[in-house]
């Protein structure tokens, strides 16, 4: 069977075309299925039985299935949804003052292995296709209408699990449904991918025309505290990924955000703010200082306030526009990822 929601538009229209369709049948579909919000084939009025019916046997219209929902006084809603084949991931709805943000994964688990994150502890279970990604909006979606206030996601980060540039092809499809005007619309400057720092990913990226965000997890200044943070810098030095990030600017007339950590005694003293600053230089990238979420997987610890605020400072002061981030749904599972250890810890006591 073959998913809808995860075909990007020409993809189905070349579908089409090979049933002997029309090209305007996928506009056509899109439309039902993202505007009219048809949820079977069956609703398809102007669509004929005969063509319905061929439509029934091969291609359907699942959605990931809600295993677990959380809501955070703040709104925030986490869930964890599941796959066809029972695999889960973790989607979030973040509410801000601008719009409404899901927060959606892009592989089940993550090969990439920071020290720091729950998300790589068990490796990368599988890549998830872009049904799966298209999935998690519209299970946010429907929440939000059952909430009943004709609200809906206007922004997608991906930053839940995975490495969205070790899933490149999906993820590029799942980002053009979703900015297709006939798909979801959302503004591609209201999409934006988080790298580790692949390269390749962030070089081909570079050159795909999209007006996206691209961010990139920096975490440190300095090669020797990137390496024990995130053993992709050991591949991807922070010259070559500066060099990349360059490229980027240069090519797509972008600037990307660089996520910075803060962790205690790690990466968050005045000198690690100065070897930020003079590796950024020359980029036109501004920082969004993240203060660490602990969680009880490994020792490190989150920055105080003061130390988070003096490294703020320092940049500010250095003319580095940077911002610390908003946290949501503290009061529930905090990081990304936990709801997901938790289960798997779960999974593995059963
Ligand atoms: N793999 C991609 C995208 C997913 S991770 C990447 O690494 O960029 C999204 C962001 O969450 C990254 O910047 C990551 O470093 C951050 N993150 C991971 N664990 C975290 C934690 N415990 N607290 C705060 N941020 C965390
Ligand atoms: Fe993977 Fe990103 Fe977590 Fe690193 S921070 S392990 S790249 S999800």
Same mark, same amino acid.
């Given at each position: 069977?073959?998913?809808?929601?995860?075909?990007? !538009?020409?993809?189905?229209?070349?579908?089409?075309?090979?049933?002997?369709?029309?090209?305007?049948?996928?506009?056509?579909?899109?439309?039902?299925?993202?505007?009219?919000?048809?949820?079977?084939?069956?609703?398809?009025?102007?669509?004929?039985?005969?063509?319905?019916?061929?439509?029934?046997?091969?291609?359907?219209?699942?959605?990931?299935?809600?295993?677990?929902?959380?809501?955070?006084?703040?709104? %925030?809603?986490?869930?964890?949804?599941?796959?066809?084949?029972?695999?889960?991931?973790?989607?979030?709805?973040?509410?801000?003052?601008?719009?409404? /943000?899901?927060?959606?994964?892009?592989?089940?688990?993550?090969?990439?292995?920071?020290?720091?994150?729950?998300?790589?502890?068990?490796?990368?279970?599988?890549?998830?296709?872009?049904?799966?990604?298209?999935?998690?909006?519209?299970?946010? &979606?429907? #929440?939000?209408?059952?909430?009943?206030?004709?609200?809906?996601?206007?922004?997608?980060?991906?930053?839940?699990?995975?490495?969205?540039?070790?899933?490149?092809?999906?993820? !590029?499809?799942?980002?053009?449904?979703? &900015?297709?005007?006939?798909? #979801?619309?959302?503004? /591609?400057?209201?999409?934006?991918?988080?790298?580790?720092?692949?390269?390749?990913?962030?070089?081909?990226?570079?050159?795909?025309? #999209?007006?996206?965000?691209?961010?990139?997890?920096?975490?440190?200044?300095?090669?020797?505290?990137?390496?024990?943070?995130?053993?992709?810098?050991?591949?991807?030095?922070?010259?070559? #990924?500066?060099? /990349?990030?360059?490229?980027? +600017?240069?090519?797509?007339?972008?600037?990307?955000?660089? +996520?910075?950590?803060?962790?205690?005694?790690?990466?968050?003293?005045?000198?690690?703010?100065?070897?930020?600053?003079?590796?950024?230089?020359?980029?036109?990238?501004?920082?969004?200082?993240?203060?660490?979420?602990? %969680? &009880?997987?490994?020792?490190?610890?989150?920055?105080?306030?003061?130390?988070?605020?003096?490294?703020?400072?320092?940049? %500010?002061?250095?003319?580095?526009?940077? %911002?610390?981030?908003?946290?949501?749904?503290?009061?529930?599972? /905090?990081?990304?990822?936990?709801?997901?250890?938790?289960?798997?810890?779960?999974?593995?006591?059963?």
């Amino acid at each position: 069977m073959i998913n809808l929601y995860g075909q990007e !538009l020409s993809k189905l229209e070349q579908l089409m075309v090979g049933e002997g369709q029309k090209k305007y049948r996928a506009t056509q579909l899109y439309t039902w299925i993202y505007e009219k919000k048809a949820t079977s084939f069956d609703e398809m009025s102007d669509i004929s039985l005969k063509f319905r019916q061929v439509l029934k046997e091969k291609y359907c219209l699942d959605l990931p299935s809600i295993s677990c929902l959380q809501k955070s006084e703040d709104g %925030t809603i986490k869930l964890l949804v599941q796959m066809k084949d029972g695999m889960q991931v973790e989607t979030v709805l973040m509410r801000y003052n601008y719009g409404l /943000a899901a927060c959606v994964s892009s592989q089940v688990g993550c090969n990439i292995g920071c020290s720091f994150c729950s998300s790589g502890l068990l490796g990368k279970k599988r890549n998830l296709e872009p049904e799966e990604m298209v999935g998690q909006v519209l299970v946010l &979606n429907n #929440l939000l209408q059952k909430e009943g206030q004709g609200q809906k996601v206007t922004h997608v980060v991906v930053m839940g699990t995975g490495e969205p540039f070790d899933n490149y092809d999906n993820v !590029l499809d799942f980002v053009r449904i979703i &900015n297709n005007q006939k798909g #979801l619309s959302i503004g /591609a400057r209201h999409i934006t991918i988080s790298t580790s720092g692949l390269v390749e990913g962030i070089k081909r990226y570079a050159r795909e025309g #999209l007006q996206t965000n691209l961010a990139i997890s920096l975490h440190a200044a300095n090669n020797e505290t990137r390496n024990k943070l995130m053993k992709i810098n050991k591949a991807y030095p922070l010259e070559i #990924l500066m060099e /990349a990030v360059r490229e980027y +600017e240069q090519i797509s007339g972008r600037r990307v955000t660089y +996520e910075y950590l803060l962790i205690q005694g790690v990466n968050d003293s005045i000198e690690d703010a100065k070897e930020l600053v003079q590796l950024i230089k020359g980029t036109k990238g501004y920082v969004n200082l993240i203060p660490y979420n602990e %969680t &009880n997987l490994n020792e490190y610890k989150r920055s105080s306030n003061n130390r988070v605020h003096a490294f703020l400072d320092y940049l %500010t002061k250095a003319h580095v526009t940077s %911002t610390i981030r908003k946290e949501f749904g503290s009061d529930i599972d /905090a990081a990304c990822g936990q709801l997901k250890a938790k289960a798997d810890k779960k999974y593995e006591e059963e």
